[in-house]
């Protein structure tokens, strides 16, 4: 269950956008449709942004967009927003019936 | 409104025990999966617990295999993370979080700390 990479600090200025990559294998991202995306400000609850790779729940802002290819999975931002500055993680259910987070990444608007 | 509220953290003993409850209201929870999840200080979160609605199936990683486990009353609407031999590294905040179409995390609580510390 070894954790999915994702690049441990990105960032933009307000308005720009900026993507997050979370890398994994044929046992996990490469193998399902069960991607899904949560945003983390710290002393918060994790909040759900994308599930099943691209689809977003009610009430998640469309500039919150993702996207597969291959075994790397992807959460672009667009329009960044001071709000937006917070912790980022991808998860993925595996073949071994788990999950398994990525690593987390620290995104930063300038 | 969905409501997740955490409860039963403190400090153990490395060994010791501890539970965990997760009470639940704003949906019908018996007709939804569940999970543990948890976060380590300075670390990114991790997954640890699965419950199917009815009981079904549970999962765990291999991190607390063994030494966990996991359960739910649905009359009280409430799930459960029964935590034994405890070791440092299990320090953390424990989030319970709703399960949306069974692979996906769409409500979580704000959590409950658990020290494991001598």
């Known amino acids: 269950q070894s954790a999915l990479t994702q690049p441990a600090s990105v960032s933009g200025s307000p308005g720009q956008s900026i993507t997050i990559s979370c890398s994994g294998t044929?046992?996990?991202?490469?193998?399902?449709?069960?991607v899904s995306w949560y945003q983390h400000h710290p002393g918060k609850a994790p909040k759900l942004l994308i599930y099943e790779v691209t689809d977003r729940p009610s009430g998640v802002s469309n500039r919150f967009s993702g996207s597969k290819s291959g075994y790397t999975a992807s959460l672009t931002i667009s329009g960044l927003q001071a709000e937006d500055e917070a912790d980022y993680y991808c998860t993925s259910y595996t073949t071994s019936s788990t999950w398994v987070f990525g690593g987390g990444t620290k995104l930063t608007v300038l | 409104q969905v409501h997740l509220v955490e409860s039963g953290g403190g400090v153990v003993q490395p060994g010791g025990s501890l539970s965990l409850s997760c009470a639940a209201s704003g949906f019908t929870f018996r007709t939804y999966d569940m999970y543990w999840v948890r976060q380590a200080p300075g670390k990114g979160l991790e997954w640890i617990a699965f419950i199917r609605y009815d009981s079904s199936s549970k999962y765990f990683a291999d991190s607390v295999k063994g030494r966990f486990t996991i359960s739910r009353d649905n009359s009280k609407n409430t799930l459960y993370l029964q935590l034994n031999s405890l070791r440092a590294e299990d320090t953390a905040l424990y989030y319970c979080a709703k399960g949306l179409r069974t692979y996906y995390m769409d409500v979580w609580g704000e959590g409950t700390t658990v020290t494991v510390s001598s």
């Open positions: 044929n046992s996990d991202v490469g193998g399902y449709k069960y």
